[in-house]
């Protein structure tokens, strides 16, 4: 198992990349040389994925060459390199890694620097200002089984745990007395998120509110500013949102530049 996941994995690397000829062999196959700077390659290439450098993957790697350049000889012997399809794969397998090389040159000299970052960030935290709420609720299918549990709580508030417990449909909340976490109204069904910001902390809903899932009796625990997450712990995604759009805008101003008839 292992020797055929080396096997997949120098194959990934061997169409990815180009290695520079030197004069050092690592080994010589029906005639043909295998250059050293090949093996050395790919084992750096490993070293660099984690990898850790040991004599096995060594023989591993060493065995894998000398095995492609066995079957890249006999497919040259058949002629399988002449065919029509063979050079089109060609056509194609090149003209892939060139695009790739494109973009990835075009990221190097542009990355995404720490201030587009910290931009970007900030017009995140803006656009989600507001407040955040921490509410419960009883689920249950009819007006009539809503109101009587609002009767029941109004006598006594503190029974709204057990009650969500014994009476709630909803299995995700319901055995948790009821409890949602924190989150904005904008997060629920517009029924139920209206009705939570009309209410005060402690407050319990007067009337049962209808949603698509049936009908609610809810509970206002405590509210708070939103959250936003740490700049350090978002980084990296802004990072890759940005140098995503950054690189399809290079793509589209190449299209649009180009003479196409």
């Known amino acids: 198992m292992k020797k055929q996941l080396l096997s997949a994995l120098l194959a990934s690397v ?73 050079q089109q794969e060609m056509d194609l397998a090149r003209q892939t890694l060139l695009i790739r090389a494109l973009f990835q040159k075009e990221q190097q000299e542009h990355p995404i620097t720490d201030a587009a970052v910290k931009a970007e960030y900030d017009k995140f935290v803006a656009a989600n200002k507001g407040t955040e709420y921490h509410s419960a609720h009883i689920l249950v299918e009819t007006e009539d089984e809503a109101k009587a549990i609002i009767a029941d709580l109004k006598k006594d508030a503190k029974k709204f ?23 904005r109204p904008e997060a629920y069904v ?59 805008e290079y793509q589209e101003k190449l299209y649009k530049a180009a003479k196409i008839d």
């Not at 745990?161 to 989150?183: I, R, T, V, Y």
């Not at 939570?196 to 009337?207: N, Q, R």
């Not at 509970?219 to 712990?233: C, Y």
């Open 190 to 248: 517009p029924e139920f998120g209206e009705a939570l910001a009309k209410l005060k902390k402690g407050e319990i809903s007067d009337t049962p509110v209808k949603t698509q899932f049936g009908w609610h009796v809810l509970q206002l625990k405590d509210t708070r500013p939103v959250q936003p997450p740490a700049l350090d712990a978002v980084k990296p995604q802004i990072q890759q949102a940005l140098a995503e759009q950054q690189l399809v």
């Open 14 to 86: 061997c169409f990815g990349a180009a290695v520079p000829a030197m004069a050092q062999n690592l080994a010589v196959v029906n005639g043909q040389a295998i250059p050293q700077a090949r093996y050395d390659y790919f084992i750096d290439q490993f070293v660099k994925a984690g990898r850790e450098k040991t004599p096995e993957l060594e023989q591993h790697v060493k065995e894998e060459l000398v095995r492609r350049a066995v079957y890249e000889q006999e497919a040259a012997k058949l002629g399988l390199d002449k065919t029509q399809d063979f």
């Open 161 to 183: 745990e057990a009650l969500a417990k014994e009476k709630s449909k909803d299995p995700g909340s319901g055995s948790n007395g009821g409890d949602l976490g924190w989150s």
